[in-house]
Each structure stands twice: as structure tokens, then as C-alpha cells.
């Protein structure tokens, strides 16, 4: 068996045996990602598994104060549940010296030349150097990755019209630059290689939510760990998604190379290397993954694939699923609606911070804080005087320590090269 056969024979195993309601209604289909961690002795692991389609519009951000996911798509869940996943680990270090992680390396108790032990900005945790990440989705990432998919679905092939907000803006083509109220979802297919919004109904209230193969390809450049993980986390290679796998026949690699890659005529990211390759970005590098389809032999045995375009009966289940599987502490379940925890209105202040996610902005802080205040001041000082004087998201997403400037400036950098990457703003001036 293929390791790619392998990695999807685990995650469709894992999400079998989730309870019922974790799992589309009949009639109802979502798509599926699971994040597998690889080690030396080739032996896998399911950090990570997520199911979703939704996203939040971007009127619901200035009321969200960090409990609200904006985006709830399988992809960008399940790598909220890998950073989880790596805090987990790194919590358990500190508080059971017993404990030999063979998934992060501690400052304290390895000798690494990955972390240096004199410097008290340096991150004290970094990905084992035996650890590969490796991604596993039902279908392919939406955006330009999927956009041949969406073209061979339609019995039209005409581009749908993109609305715009102001009649005198033009509609974007491979020369124009899109602003964030005129990013298309699916729409205007014809054009290829741009950054797009999380695909919706056409009346559905606008998101500026990056779609997943843009937020993939950021990763790229960025690695897998986000702004909050990043502080105490070195982005080295291991960081970086290794392979990224869906079934045989929702693979195309025409567009894949096209969405993922600067291989020429048509690669986007042609016009992103040559600077990242000119400018020193301390601990960040193009770590490119690997699109890669599972044998076409293998049997997906997945009940909840997206439906052909001519079966009308079928919809987007509106319910996600977070699993977040570290063997050192029992699994964590969730069911989500509108990005926050069932149960729950999506608004409502009545049981505080219940409603949130444990990956949730304000949770996933919370839980730094935990381990920060963990961290010895002899050695991490900086780290822990700058988290601990953070007064709200805002200034934690800019924090100022040693390799989290280079995470910053990779990401502007990337982002300023693919034409169109607005940001989704209003649900960062709040604080603990």
C-alpha cells in the first residue's frame, strides 16, 4: 500500500468511528480533511481531522471577539486542530518531565542546533527533525486548484457574471487588481491564477475569507504554524505540509501545477520566488508540498462526497466537525454551526466563552498563556514578558519576537505578490 493509501486508509478510519453527530444528515455532503503526522520509523499518526464547507460573512467579524471561527472549510479547521495539537504536546512536556514527545523537541532537554539555548527570543519548541506533516482531503481545495472541476461541471461553460458593488469598477482579468469587494468565489471561472474568496451562494452576505488554495499556498511560504504557535514553535522544515492528497478522479494536475507551483507557462507562483529567494527571511523558505492522488484502485469509502452537478437534492451539510487526537490526552470532539460549538447561538453572550472552539482565537490564547507561564524565565524572559504585556489581538498577531517578524514579513511579502490578497479585518481589538 502506497503511503498516501495509507494516510487516507487512517483518516477515513478515524472518521468512521466518530459518533453520529459528527456526520452529515441523508441527503447532506461535506468534505473531509485530516492531518497525518509521520515519523522515522515510518509509523502515522492522525494529529487532526475536520469536517466543513461554511464561512462566516465579513459584517459578523467586529462581533465575533475571538470566540466566532471565520472559516470553518475542512482544510483551514484541521490545521487549527495541528496547532492545537503542537500546544498540547508542548504543555505536556512542561508539565510531565517524563514524558519524551516524538512529535516536538524542547530546548531544556535536547541538544538541537535547530534551537539555540542562549538566546532568550528564540522559540523554545521545534518540530521533531523525524516528523513529516502530510494532508488528506475528500476533495480538492477550493479556489484555483479546483477551478477545472467547476469548469467540467457546468453544462454551460459561459463564466457566471461576477456582481460588483460599483458599476464603474471593472471585473477582474490576469492584469487587473481585485479589491476584497469584488474577490469572485467561484465565479468568473474563465479567469485562472488569482486569489479568491471562499465560494458562496450568490445571495449569500459577502465573506473576504481567502480561499483554501490560497491560504495552502501561503502555507507554503508561511508553514503550518500560525501567529500564536509560531511564538513558541520554530518554523523548521518539519513545519511544512510534506504531501497534500485527494481521491484519484478530484485530482488535475494541470491545475494543481498551476495553483502550487512556479513551474512554467502557467505557474502563479512565478512571480513570488524571485523575491523570496532575494530577501534573508530569518527561519522561513518555499517549502513546497506535494499534490499527490491516491491509487486509482483505492475504494474512498466515504459516504459524504460532494454530489455530481445533477443531483439537485443534495446540499452542504451547515454542521463542521473539529478532532483533535493527542495520544497523551483523550480526544477532543466538537461539533460546530457558524463557527461556534452546537448548542450555541453564534451571537448570543449569555454563557460566555462556552460558545468557542478550543481553536478559537480567544481559547488558543488563552492556552499560550498556560504554557508561556510554564516557560522559565532564566531562558525564555523576552517570550514571556512580551506575551504576558499583550493587551489585545491585534498586538499579539504583530508581536515582536525574534523569528515571528520574519513569519510577518514572509507573509506580507507573499501576499503582496498574489494580486488581490485584501485583509479580512475587524475581530482583532479585543483582549483577555
Known sequence: MTLEDRIATLALTAFSSLPTKCKPRPQEWIPMTAIILQTSDETLHLASLATGSKCIPSTTLPKATGLILHDCHSE???LRGLNHFLLQDAHRILTNHDYQSPYLIYNNNHNNNNV??????????ALHPSISIHLFSTEPPCGDASMEFIISAQE???PWSLPTTNENTPLPNNNTSITNTLLPGRSYFSTLSIVRRKPSRPDAPPTFSKSCTDKLTLKQFTSTLSSISSIIILPTKQAYIKTLTVPFDKFNQEGYTRAFTSTPPNGRLSNILPHTIDVDIKDYSYTPLTPTPLSQSFTLKYPYSKPPPQDTTTKASNIATLYINHPETSPITEVLISG???GNAQLSTARGDKKGSVVCRKRM???LRQIVDLLAPSQHLDIKTKVENIKTYLELKDIDINNTRGRIQMKHLVTGVLNGWGKNIGD????L
Open 76 to 78: 483551514i479547521l484541521a
Open 116 to 125: 539555540n539555548n542562549n538566546d532568550p527570543a528564540t522559540p523554545p519548541f
Open 156 to 158: 454551460d461553460p459561459t
Open 340 to 342: 461556534v460549538k452546537q
Open 365 to 367: 490564547w488563552l492556552f
Open 428 to 431: 482583532d481589538d479585543w483582549g
